[in-house]
């Protein structure tokens, strides 16, 4: 186990007083950097700064960073499920780290494809058939994770299934599209 014990701390951000959302962050006893290759091969979305070092992921719609002596969660719904979280974050880093020599570390640095990159490959009718206003607010909303292609009428139209595909592929890493 690579986790024995660590320190939590539960709150809500200051940037957003009276917020109805909780973040938490873990204080590890152990330094788990060198898990963190083991978490970007295995976590899909992920994505890994060696040189910080640190790995963010978004899971379910909460935001996740794994340093080396720290796990920190945001956009959580109350303080209990922070907590809750966090303990199946250690639970993952531990199991992972005593997987390890079942998985090949990647050691790969990836980046979310920019806003423009993915509206680039959207119809541009701006039709909000997908519940937004504008195609770029779904470009926006699609590398958050917050939306899929498949919520983009347009683009399931037989005529745009290359557009469709190639969305498809360069959001293929994210959380959201797994």
């Not at 937004?132 to 683009?155: H, M, N």
């Amino acid at each position: 186990m690579l986790i024995n014990r660590y320190e939590l701390d539960v709150f809500t951000p200051p940037c957003e007083p009276g917020a109805e959302r909780f973040s938490a962050v873990a204080f590890l006893a152990a330094d788990i950097r060198e898990v963190l290759p083991y978490l970007n091969a295995t976590l899909r979305g992920a994505i890994y700064n060696p040189t910080v070092p640190s790995l963010s992921w978004k899971k379910a719609g909460h935001y996740v960073v794994f340093h080396p002596d720290r796990i920190a969660v945001s956009n959580v719904a109350d303080r209990e499920g922070a907590i809750k979280e966090v303990e199946g974050l250690v639970n993952l880093v531990n199991q992972t780290w005593e997987r390890r020599h079942t998985i090949e570390p990647d050691f790969e640095t990836r980046q979310r494809p920019t806003p423009m990159t993915v509206f680039k490959l959207l119809p541009g009718t701006n039709c909000r058939a997908c519940g937004q206003p504008t195609c770029f607010t779904f470009a926006l909303k699609l590398i958050t994770g917050q939306q899929k292609p498949t919520e983009c009428p347009p683009l399931l139209e037989p005529a745009r299934a290359g557009q469709l595909a190639e969305l498809q592929a360069l959001l293929g890493d994210m959380p959201a599209f797994r």
